[in-house]
């Protein structure tokens, strides 16, 4: 169904990241990186998302933001840290579809490690844990209720390397990150704990979305990341 509702949605998401694209180029003048059509390379990355949504999936994913109270488009608009755009439209591409291929960089980090304080995570090491699956010399303790929900979660949405975490938690959760746009998670200062907003419906969408995924869809994806691996290191 193609209603103008749902176009509207889609052309005011686009117009939100045509925006940041304009904020990003007077920030950066000479030196902004641009692609030969003019954007910033993760601005084109989920304006090329946000085309390739049905509109339906796009009205529905401003009318999940808008049941939250969060002006999405706003949170677009107003991006500072580009990556933060391209991380936005995935995490919610996900949540609206069941796209794993859209789960990347922080947006899979957001996942595993939201998913983490949920599952009982209270410190920093926790939440490394959850998306790397690994552990730092001299860390805290891990303090994890079900490991093997960390567990599963890494299955579906592959690890985090070690050494992009720290990168993608402050994607994550810093002023202007993913959580604080969607309203999914506050901290009170840069270096607190998260906090979530249990009451969030987008929240609520992620963890629902999370508990249809299928153990076959699980290994369907685990043996294309293998194949796509074995194809790379061939050279092919």
């Known amino acids: 169904m193609n209603t103008n509702l749902d176009f509207t949605a889609k052309s005011k998401m686009q117009d939100a990241l045509n925006v940041a694209n304009a904020g990003y180029i007077a920030r950066k003048g000479a030196s902004a990186r641009l692609t030969k059509s003019g954007y910033q390379p993760d601005i084109a990355t989920a304006r090329d998302l946000v085309n390739a949504m049905t509109d339906d999936n796009a009205g529905a994913i401003l009318a999940l933001c808008a049941s939250a109270e969060v002006d999405l488009c706003a949170g677009l608009r107003d991006v ?3 990556k933060v755009s391209k991380r936005i439209v995935q995490f919610l591409g996900f949540v609206q579809t069941g796209d794993l291929m859209l789960i990347q960089g922080s947006a899979r980090t957001a996942l595993h490690e939201i998913s983490a304080i949920l599952n009982g995570a209270a410190n920093r090491e926790s939440l490394h844990f959850a998306a790397t699956g690994t552990t730092r010399e ?3 303790e891990v303090t994890l209720r079900d490991q093997g929900i960390a567990r599963k979660l890494r299955k579906i949405a592959g690890n985090t390397k070690t050494g992009s975490e720290q990168t993608q938690n402050s994607v994550t ?7 604080s746009i969607l309203g ?8 607190s704990f998260p906090v979530l907003n249990a009451t969030s419906p987008v929240l609520r969408a992620m963890l629902d979305r999370v508990n249809t995924i299928s153990e ?8 294309n990341r293998e194949e796509k691996a074995t194809r790379k290191g061939k050279g092919k």
């Not at 076959?216 to 043996?223: K, P, R, S, V, Y």
């Open 80 to 82: 500072h840290n580009v």
């Open 138 to 140: 001299g860390a805290n």
């Open 173 to 179: 959760f810093s002023a202007g990150g993913i959580c």
């Open 184 to 191: 999914i998670a506050k901290k009170d200062s840069r270096k």
């Open 216 to 223: 076959g869809a699980i290994n369907m994806l685990i043996e």
